[in-house]
């Protein structure tokens, strides 16, 4: 990778997320490409508008291309697709894989760092999970609502000085990064999260505080808790998680979020597509894998996927 | 009870179910007395029609009352109320009950019987289970879409001299109905179908050939009914259900049924309120009482309580 004031960066899925973690890293001062598809021509034109409480900002002469295969090398590929968008990824990706690239997943769910890894290899690979609330407006606007931290980590495991200076890159943007050893960990345990939240409020259309303010569905979060951990501890990770201090936590983040509505509620709503399988059905496949069967998730994911326009 | 000429039935709770069985008796020449709210002023002045693939047919100088107090005794009570209204079931049945009046619901799931055994004494107390797809109209009218079977018996258990001359009077009004010596059997096994389809196509807007068709759906229901099974095996009724030929014979009665919307399915798209503590809440009680727990159907249960207006 070269040196940080050099660094290309280029962004591959520009929804909320790369727009957003893109921008940031733009206003920092680095060489930012971005893949575009419905605001290639709003933010050619006219730039790119984040808003956010840490005050908006607007971005002018942003880089923005239609073809991957115009954008050249990049020194780091921040992905940002939708996971069921990753047909696609590896063609995508590929025109701007050099020498020393390195490719950092940002998607939701498992699965995505080995479509990368087999195509690319596993030594390139970086993953993150982002904890972010944004959303898109009208064509050239991004909202940043609220958080926006990452944990970033290798593919394979351990805390390399690429992730560091990786995470150096996003703090130094104003992006909270922390370089973590076990990604596979930190993944399974934002599936702790998003496998209860999401599913249950876009099945019911409940935002968090209502979901937790009933007792049966609060019971239903925590027992889906309770599965995601113990199919998480199942796979061998760095420190088996503790199920009670772990539900005890998440409920103690969740609650002061009040009417919150978890990103797959607002897909449902809006009527787009769901992740169902980077969140539901790789996890359920690990974890039958290794022996534990996710019962109420399982009955979750097929309620979501009965539900899905397909 | 009266001869079967000179039979004194009362109809307390006149929706479908209420309307229809009550027009089939009254069309057989028995004495039938209608309690109504909606239909009252309809029927009053134009008489009960009730469509049918088996013929249409119009009852005039239908016997309506606005209160049961002016009802008088009746030999048969016949109970349709919708389950979430049995708070008002005792006051609403006892200006009919006199000295030998038999008392029969054919409402929804569990725990009907107990209530009028608890205000009326166990010795009155039948049950059955109604197999009946029928809806109302306008204001005088019940469509009659198919089926109608009843399954009746002693809330005591065994088959009782009453309780066949009781399917004697629904047979010869054209209802086929059985006597059978296990009532709370028979409303388990109804519960088996009831339980998944009810509340999976209530939640997801499927129909029952659609919930099948869908492999993960599919495998829900399935796993649902063996749920309710060893519920009900555990409940000591004569003779333990075999699950696997329960479920069996369930998908290969349902399979015919093509694109069919459960009645909670209905309910639920038009706005009414589900009849969960009687289909749901009191088997999971019973459930867990005897040690099983039922994992899938509380979820069910607690995703179709969150959705419900309250």
Not at 128 to 147: D, I, K, S, Y
Not at 210 to 216: E, K, T, V, Y
Not at 221 to 248: C, K, L, W, Y
């Amino acid at each position: 990778m070269a040196e940080r004031m050099k660094m290309r960066i280029a962004v591959v899925g520009a929804g909320a997320l790369g727009l957003y973690y893109g921008a940031m890293l733009r206003r920092s001062g680095l060489d930012v490409k971005f893949l575009l598809r419905r605001d290639y021509r709003a933010i050619s034109s006219g730039g790119l508008n984040v808003t956010s409480p840490a005050g908006d900002f607007h971005l002018d002469g942003v880089s923005c291309f239609h073809d991957s295969a115009a954008m050249g090398e990049a020194d780091l590929v921040l992905i940002g697709l939708k996971t069921f968008d990753n047909n696609r990824m590896v063609e995508l990706v590929r025109p701007l894989v050099g020498e020393k690239t390195a490719l950092l997943t940002l998607q939701n769910g498992l699965g995505n760092e080995e479509i990368l890894a087999a195509a690319f290899g596993a030594g390139r690979v970086m993953g993150g999970v982002a904890f972010l609330c944004a959303n898109r407006g009208e064509p050239g606007t991004v909202h940043h609502l609220g958080q926006g931290a990452i944990r970033l980590g290798e593919f394979g495991g351990g805390v390399s000085d690429r992730a560091q200076a990786v995470a150096g890159i996003f703090n130094a943007a104003g992006v909270p990064c922390e370089a973590v050893a076990d990604l596979m960990k930190a993944r399974w345990e934002k599936l702790g999260w998003n496998i209860p939240f999401n599913g249950l409020s876009a099945l019911t259309g409940l935002t968090t505080d209502r979901l937790l303010a009933h007792p049966p569905t609060r019971r239903q979060v925590t027992e889906i808790m309770g599965e995601v951990i113990r199919a998480a501890n199942a796979q061998g990770h760095s420190g088996p998680v503790d199920p009670a201090s772990f539900i005890t936590r998440m409920l103690e983040l969740t609650e002061p979020m009040g009417d919150y509505r978890p990103s797959m509620m607002i897909d449902r709503l809006e009527g787009r597509r769901l992740e169902l399988e980077a969140i539901y059905g790789i996890p359920l496949r690990m974890g039958s894998e290794k022996g534990v069967e996710m019962t109420r998730t399982r009955m979750l994911h097929a309620l979501l996927e009965a539900g899905e326009k397909l």
